[in-house]
C-alpha cells in the first residue's frame, strides 16, 4: 500500500520560505488526487492545496498567490512551495494521497471533497513574528 512521508519542515522568520516534500512509496497511482493540510495547534485540520492527476490545481484562499503545489510523477514527489510565510501559517503540514482523482467542483479540483485514503505523518513549520 502507498505511504507518504513529509520532510521540509522547520522555523523561519515572517517574510521567509520553505519548501516542503512528501515522498510517496509503494506504487502510487498515477491518476492520483495528491493535497497539503495543515493544522494549528488546537484547531481543526485545513485544507492548504490540491493537485489533480493533470496538473490541475487549487488553493485556499488564506495561501492562494503565496504557495505553489507541484509534483513530480517520475520521482513520486509533491511538494509545497511556500513563500511569504506568516506566522498564522504555522501547523503540522501533512500530505494525503487518493488514488482515483481528486473530486471536481465546477471543473476544478475541490480542496475538501476527496476521500483521501492515506496521510503522511506530517513536518512541523513554525513561523516567527
Known amino acids: 500500500q502507498v505511504q507518504l512521508k513529509e520532510s521540509g519542515g522547520g522555523s523561519v522568520q515572517a517574510g521567509g520560505s520553505l519548501r516542503l516534500s512528501c515522498v510517496a512509496s509503494g506504487n502510487p497511482a498515477r491518476s492520483s488526487c495528491m493535497a497539503w493540510f495543515r493544522q494549528p495547534p488546537g484547531n481543526e485540520r485545513e485544507a492548504v492545496a490540491v493537485i489533480d492527476r493533470d496538473g490541475s490545481t487549487n488553493y485556499a484562499g488564506s495561501v492562494k498567490g503565496r504557495f505553489t503545489i507541484s509534483k513530480d510523477n517520475a520521482k513520486n514527489t509533491l511538494y509545497l512551495e511556500m513563500n511569504g510565510l506568516k506566522p498564522e501559517d504555522s501547523a503540522m503540514y501533512y500530505c494525503?494521497?487518493?488514488?482515483?482523482?481528486?473530486?471536481?467542483?465546477?471543473?476544478?479540483?475541490?480542496?475538501?471533497?476527496?476521500?483521501?485514503?492515506?496521510w503522511g505523518q506530517g513536518t512541523q513549520v513554525t513561523v516567527s513574528a
Open positions: 494525503a494521497y487518493d488514488p482515483w482523482g481528486c473530486t471536481l467542483i465546477n471543473g476544478s479540483p475541490s480542496l475538501v471533497n476527496t476521500d483521501y485514503r492515506r
